[in-house]
């Protein structure tokens, strides 16, 4: 399973997350963390022009390593970029030969830009890049990649409560599509391993349906964290599982947890939870 797991970078170039007290990871905590995840097989990293110091701290690590990781990034956020320019930029800061994806921060810039694909694909394919891609937050924004080849790579949240059955419909049209699939938010930003008196006064009403995944963790002996990295994992029709961590024990954590696989059985109760306010579940919402 560890083949499916994407190192996720915005921790690594940023201070960021709903329960990050530890803030920026020393350039050496970055190093050792990119060098356990090249360890263990991870091959893939997810970043951005926008996380900070992100890509220039894989360049860093690039600078000094006889493999690198094949780079998914995202061109600016910015309405007007030149995609020349930000990917050229990407590829010197992350120290690669060419971009592995090169995806559009939002769907918002993907539709601005939309009508420059073409002609970014013919100059740009095989020699800046190999994939085009777009990361989502919500099903319309995903129903209406489904008919644009020049897009074979998606990414979206998708965990214990933004689960199958929020997702499970528009996830087998992606696949039906012959797209790739990237999930985030598997820890939804690391709330599933807060506190229950700790959870952010917003995201209270969340607190019955975190209490109820601790509930299905602990009459099955399990962790939190190991049965929200395996409900990902194991969805057949997920492709790469990104997962965010600022520490190098977080990701040692994660690896062993990816070891282990869980019977469905457990995972199907997962998907009967349903959190009906879907707004609360889209960390850009927060
Ligand atoms: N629009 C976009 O394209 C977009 C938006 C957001 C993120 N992303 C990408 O997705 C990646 C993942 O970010 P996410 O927001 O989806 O995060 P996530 O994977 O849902 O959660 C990450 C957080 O979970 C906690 N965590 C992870 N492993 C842990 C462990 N073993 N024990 C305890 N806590 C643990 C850490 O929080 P603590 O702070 O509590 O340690 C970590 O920061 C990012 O790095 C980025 O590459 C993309």
């Keep these: 399973m560890i083949e499916k797991i994407i190192l996720g970078t915005v921790q690594l170039g940023l201070n960021y997350g709903v329960n990050n007290t530890s803030g920026l990871p020393s350039k050496t905590d ?28 894989i360049g860093e690590f690039h600078s000094q390593a006889s493999i690198k990781f094949d780079i998914n990034t995202k061109f600016e956020k910015e309405n007007n970029f030149d995609w020349n320019i930000s990917l050229k930029q990407s590829i010197t800061r992350t120290e690669v030969s060419r971009l ?16 420059e694909i073409p002609d970014f694909w013919d100059r740009g394919r095989n020699i800046l890049f190999d994939k085009i891609g777009v990361s989502a937050y919500t099903n319309e924004e995903l129903e209406k990649l489904l008919d644009d080849d020049f897009i074979s790579v998606v990414q ?19 696949k039906d599509n012959g797209k790739e699939v990237h999930t985030r938010s598997c820890f939804l930003q690391g709330l599933f391993f807060v506190e229950e008196n700790s959870i952010p006064v ?63 059985s457990i995972l199907n109760q997962i998907d009967a939870l349903v959190v009906p306010n879907i707004e609360l579940l889209n960390p850009s919402k927060w």
């Design 100 to 115: 592995h994806t090169i995806m559009f921060h939002s769907f918002e810039s993907y539709l601005n830009k939309k009508n």
């Design 202 to 264: 917003k995201l209270r009403p969340l607190a019955p349906y975190i209490k109820e995944i601790s509930s299905i963790a602990s009459s099955n002996n399990l962790e939190i964290g190991h049965l929200a990295l395996q409900y990902c994992l194991q969805n057949k029709l997920i492709d790469g599982v990104l997962i965010g961590l600022e520490k190098p024990e977080q990701l040692i954590q994660n690896i062993n947890w990816s070891l282990s696989r869980l019977d469905e």
């Design 30 to 57: 970055v190093h050792n963390i990119l060098a356990i995840a090249q360890e263990h097989g991870i091959t893939q990293l997810d970043t951005a022009a926008a996380y900070g110091e992100a890509e220039n701290r």
């Design 156 to 174: 979206f949240p998708f965990n214990l409560l933004d689960n199958n059955y929020q997702r499970g419909a528009i996830l087998n049209r992606l």
